[in-house]
């Protein structure tokens, strides 16, 4: 199973954002380039990702787009959600059949599914990029 591609990129976007200094934003062909994502889904993205207050943007000369508040205090679950709708889901249990080794499938399933959400509410974009910057570039304050 994997993310969905919207969520990849916006995680990519918004992990460009954190690695910079608060005051400098970034305009979409900018992270597009950097992130290797197709310019008008970034431009959807971005929209989406604005609308949920994760990114702020600024128009005009200097202008593009900065994150909403402090790269710690935004999970890998918000990015997703805000463009994806919800967290992952590996099954719904409320219409799965009943047959020997049923419930142990649910069961198996439900849990991996709580484990990896549990995953993406408790790392922060701060965390993704941490180990390619280092702690000296990220904590910055809005």
Do not use: H, W
């Not at 993310?3 to 916006?10: H, N």
């Not at 380039?33 to 005009?60: C, M, N, T, V, Y």
């Not at 787009?65 to 205090?73: A, D, K, Q, V, W």
């Amino acid at each position: 199973m994997q993310i969905s591609k919207k969520a990849d990129y916006a995680l990519r976007a918004m992990a460009i954002l954190a690695a910079l200094p608060p005051e400098r934003s970034v305009q979409a062909q900018e992270m597009a380039e950097s992130g290797k994502i197709p310019i008008k889904f970034l431009e959807q993205i971005l929209l989406a990702l604005k609308r949920a207050e994760l990114l702020r943007s600024k128009r005009g000369v200097g202008g593009g787009y900065r994150l909403g508040r402090e790269s710690r205090l935004i999970s890998v679950a918000e990015v997703i959600v805000a463009v994806d709708g919800e967290l992952l889901r590996f099954l719904d249990a409320k219409d799965y059949p009943e047959f020997p080794g049923a419930s142990g499938i649910v069961q198996c399933l439900s849990a991996a599914e709580e484990a990896t959400n549990r995953q993406l509410r408790e790392t922060s974009i701060e965390d993704l990029i941490r180990q390619d910057v280092g702690d000296a570039m990220v904590g910055y304050g809005i």
